[in-house]
């Protein structure tokens, strides 16, 4: 009745994804039966249910893949990604969008501005990930940001960063393709970790003042710790990309001595619309970021170069 | 011991020294003995204190005009614009900067970089204003702000919600040309007041939401009225603009029904640093704001442009 | 389906119940249609729907009155009392409490402590608008506040600030004898604005630094424009007490030249819970706010002893 | 010249302290010649500077023992316990109040209420960490906290989140009458770490809710662990205790996942005031928390004391 069903038009595969199509899992998030992946799409309304007011058939549209209750404590807070009740599409047990249609509820259908693609529209999920991220570590105006890795998630949470008026931006990852991607988008500083001294060229460059704010996206555990050590006494460290391991060794006295704030960041609440509008903005030419289109039913062949590394690959958008 | 001896370069006219200059007197801070006005300059260093490390003779700089106890309950909480001990240079008993030298605490000047004209940098304080109440409005990515008046003041705030990444700001002056220089700095919408019934037009451009934030630069009662109605339930409305009356009619049960916060703002603080970054960041052509250059001897000249407005006056450099 | 039936067991008269009927009207909320008033109750669970687990018959119960959308952006980000779908029990068109039975969706219906009374569960929503007002005003540990008017919202916001934290409580009043109660509650100074230059007396009491927070809950011009004389540079006023009036003279250039935030408060979102965790903590003896019981056949009595003020009234409770 | 003479009264032995005693440093702070420890003072004045004002001899008074620069970007910004030229009382190479008379800037040296002892006095500098470490976790109205550590700055925490209104605190310890101590401050449940699965336990107090905040003040590496593990999604740990190592095997992914805000804390800041108004205001019989009294010259007894824990042990005043 409050639904709305999409064609879909475009949709990415997440490193999530990839993480369920080998594993069958996410923590506690096990696949018993079979499931439809997939929760960046765009698409079109081809119907709505009767109370539906703000969409009609023929609408191009994106999808934020939550569904939260709207009535527990977190979702009456504004922490509706928190939902112990949320639905969120293409986690067991709710289907996926690597399907040529979805039905979700209206509230979280938005129509699309109308200079977006629908490959530009695939991309709002991840860039609301980096927004919501950027939110929460409170980067503001002048800031300096540091992003380790520049991954699709480290690639929107550099546009963030970008947006709330960081001034510079410093990018770490193992390979020069990606950073040079990164400066594209507005890094004013990379550094190939393989090359340098992570910890040593950031003081440098920073006249040894560290970075404000440091969002974590690689998952890696030794680029975790080494975050405490390049972000300044007082900054914040924003935890975004999901770790291999549960625990793991971490300087935690030198969080306490430097008055570090850490914070956690699982997906992401009222970001959507700041994405639309970054999007449409015009300021980031983020159709660089796909690197690879498919349709639908090679959706395996997508998998694998994600699997593999082969390829230079950032998003890969699956067309049905 | 820990000042510097400043040659000054660049010095703007603010609207606040040509109320001293007309009235003696800005509320209880009243010109009793000859004053030297003036606190927006930029310049070189001639000579450095003893204690001064960061500085030497040489040096372009830009002054912070406060010099805060940094020992009261304000400055101890980060608040040092509020400091009762607070020296401002060019209000009563200290001068200012309309003069070829002046001397200023090192902690409070910051060398320019080096891409920066002095010009520019005499620009650096009207901007922290600007940047300055933004922060203070919380002006977050994705957020619509109208900003009431297209003056100095109301364009620097305008460069600040831009870098905040607010991406619908809409201005409201009584000039058009003015209005035609807020779309220069990124103005998305304007209007003239004279025109168009501003709620109305406001509610239309919005969808019937009207805005997040509402920065009142004009110093207009009408104006501060009309930014109650302008901005949405649970918004925020920055006070930036001196009135002319002390008091006058304010729908403040509109502001309890609506759950507005309004904020005011006394000068700035720690907003200089920022400035700098975001005006070096070559994002702004600031310089289209000076309309007129003078030698300092000229400076009667400036005032009465500022005060007759017969020409397109925004701001006023003066050359010593 | 995810209601609950709730027999009254008491319900107290709210000002604004009084304000329905003497003038038919809130603002735009106007009573068009028979309508029963009454938001402030607590009960006995009769019946629950289907869905409902967390309640069952013969629970006793306090009920926010608010049920909002849980879609909007204003559910979303955590303000559901700005939802513009929001049902209100009592307000037009939705019926309200003084009546035998209410249904209301369960997830707004709260089980009680062991150790309350039903009178004071009826006390819980007046405490959940003081916790809210004093949680927007971000009244902390150490805080000098100053409460506007000891009716029952003042006392509520009073309970509220000795919760928090605050360490001098000043409240004023025209009426000794609510002074004397709001000693009862904690105030730690009392005044009566018909004895004492209110003004003077706060600049003497607080060594010339003025109050961080004011809570104005009168309703008065006269005490609106006051507040901004008695806070300090920085500080907080919360708007709390409805104005008769719409706009009137104000003093809006001290707020912005002192930097005070003036904050709305309309109704309180997410401070049930808390309300009843401070109810049930045993510290405030809130029964001595209810100055009056009445069977609700009585109502009309009630309505005139709060219009005539001819005897102390505080709270009425009402018994169906 | 802006400085007071103070003769000590009582000073208290911090861990601090101790650390120092047994091992020579803290971190990089590495006694290089002799030094005289002890931060934790009350005393009366016996000589002020020329520059000061607001203090006599004779005055009784409580020292903050930090003297921050007052200009730098964290003195600036609040944050003057990052300051990197900071001063601080007992650090290498400051001497501290182990000692008959300490010289200390007066801006940092306040008056005692009249009803204060000196031995109150002395609690003030550790309740100021407490408080301190609060405000960072934003402990508000109606929140339920856990405390890891019923040591003197456990307890502290303990006074700090009862007087911002938490309204259920739990404590964890491995000493019963530690946990009895705790009761007595305030805390509504205590659980032995030996006897009972604190994990598992607190799950069942909270309804498998969890708390919203966790104050680690133990310094274990395992208690660190397992503050993850208890509090709720969304919620907040504090870091107090120091940790004896530098780094261990911590749940980062947990922090992600459950989007909890690690908070670390380094002495603090502007807290004095607020905690000489909670030691005033009665509510709490700190002196319970003094174990032991002995003169200056016995102070290598005191730490024996501390270092042996044969007896009961939370603070010992000494006395010169």
Redo the contacts between chains.
């Keep these: 009745m409050d639904e709305v069903l999409v064609r879909v038009k475009s949709v990415g595969i997440c490193g999530s994804d990839l993480h369920y199509w080998r594993t069958g899992a996410i ?1 506690d998030l096990i696949i018993k039966e079979p499931l439809v992946l997939g929760h960046e799409l765009s698409g079109e309304v081809v119907d709505v249910g009767r109370s539906v007011s703000h969409l009609s058939p023929g609408d191009r549209v994106v999808v934020e893949p939550s569904s939260p ?14 939902c112990p009740e949320k639905r969120f599409m293409g986690d067991p047990p709710n289907n996926g969008a690597f399907a040529e249609y979805v039905a979700w ?1 209206a ?1 979280f259908v938005y129509k699309m501005p109308s200079g977006l693609s629908f490959d530009e529209g695939a991309l709002v999920e991840p860039l609301s990930i980096g ?1 919501y991220a ?2 929460r570590a409170q980067i ?3 800031d300096k940001v540091l992003i380790m890795g520049a991954g699709p998630v480290g690639l929107m949470c550099l546009i ?1 960063a970008v ?3 960081a ?2 931006i410093l990018v770490v990852d193992m390979f020069d393709w990606r950073l040079n991607k990164a400066k594209e988008f507005g890094a004013t500083s990379t550094m190939n970790a393989r090359d340098v001294n992570v910890v040593e060229k950031v003081r440098e460059l920073t006249n040894g003042e560290y970075v404000d704010v440091t969002m974590e996206t690689s998952g890696s ?1 030794d680029a ?2 080494q975050s405490v050590k390049i972000t300044r ?2 900054g914040t460290i924003a ?2 990309g ?2 291999d ?22 997906d992401g ?2 970001s959507f ?3 639309l ?2 999007m449409s ?1 015009g300021k980031f030419d983020t159709k660089k970021m796909i690197t690879h289109h498919l349709p639908l039913d090679k959706i395996e062949v997508g998998f694998k170069i994600m699997e593999e590394k082969k390829e230079q690959v950032l998003k890969i958008e699956l067309h049905p």
Tied chains: 1, 2, 3, 4.
């Design positions: 923590g209750c709207g009535r527990c404590r977190f979702c009456r807070t504004g922490r509706y990604n928190l509820p509230a927004a950027a939110r503001t105006a002048g963030a947006t709330r008026g001034t510079e555990p975790a710790a006494r007082g935890l975004v999901l770790f391991s549960v625990q793991f060794e971490y300087p935690l006295l030198d969080v306490l001595m430097k008055e570090i704030s850490v914070v956690g960041n699982y609440a009222h619309a700041t994405s509008q970054i903005s």
